[in-house]
């Protein structure tokens, strides 16, 4: 099975700020990484395909890059709705995919 | 638009059985794989289960591999998720997503989620 490591675990940043969260996967996995946004009791979204690929309607602020088994999650300048806790996913293995374990942006 | 309903959540003993159904709208059902992707309390997303379009090919994962069984009905639009022998460790929120390809695969619909609780 493939694991997804994401890091930091948390983070604590300021509005304004720009963030990266890393995603590092245990074989290649191509581009096939997702990223997703989840807010306290809401429903997870997908922000980010195909590891750079911005999904319609999710602000220009965030990027991916990265390919093969590490891969980044970046936000230019952090906007108070921006605090969430973020997912990447592997989808090499799709059907079998597997999610990282999550990385929680606080305010500082 | 796509809309996804989950249904069927609810208290049970250890041992015991539940079966989840997401009612699905607003685009070909038959036409996609669905999956779905639980939440224990506090805790990460956990892929579980999935199945293609025709419902000919189901996967799962380790965890509950034996114990549930994912199918669907196309006529009905709807997806289940039947589990069996069920284990304190598999309270969670259970999402039905819709799994679209394109250049990769990706879960861009989610249902609202139907809270699973496994406790005597």
């Known amino acids: 099975d493939i694991q997804m490591t994401q890091s930091p675990s948390s983070l604590s940043a300021s509005v304004g700020d720009r963030v990266t969260i890393t995603c590092r996967a245990s074989q290649t996995i191509s581009s096939h990484l997702n990223w997703y946004q989840q807010k306290p009791g809401k429903v997870p979204k997908l922000l980010i395909y195909?590891?750079?690929s911005l999904q319609s309607g999710v602000p220009s602020r965030f990027s991916g890059s990265g390919s093969g088994t590490d891969f980044t999650l970046t936000i230019s300048s952090l906007q108070p709705e921006d605090f969430a806790t973020y997912y990447c996913?592997?989808?090499?293995?799709?059907?079998?995919?597997?999610f990282g374990q999550g990385t929680k942006l606080e305010i500082k | 638009e796509v809309q996804l309903l989950e249904s069927g959540g609810g208290l049970v003993q250890p041992g015991g059985s539940l079966r989840l159904s997401c009612a699905a709208s607003g685009f070909t059902f038959s036409s996609y794989a669905m999956s779905w992707v639980r939440q224990a309390p506090g805790k990460g997303l956990e892929w579980v289960s999935a199945?293609?379009?025709?419902?000919?090919?189901?996967y799962y994962a380790d965890s509950v591999k034996g114990r549930f069984t994912i199918s669907r009905d196309n006529s009905k639009n709807t997806l289940y998720l039947q589990m069996n022998s069920l284990r304190a460790e598999d309270t969670a929120v259970y999402y039905c997503?819709?799994?679209?390809?394109?250049?990769?695969?990706?879960?861009?619909?989610w249902g609202q989620g139907t809270l699973v609780t496994v406790s005597s």
């Open positions: 195909a590891a750079s």
């Open positions: 996913q592997q989808s090499y293995s799709a059907p079998r995919s597997t």
């Open positions: 997503t819709k799994d679209t390809i394109v250049v990769v695969p990706a879960a861009r619909n």
């Open positions: 199945i293609s379009g025709s419902g000919d090919s189901t």
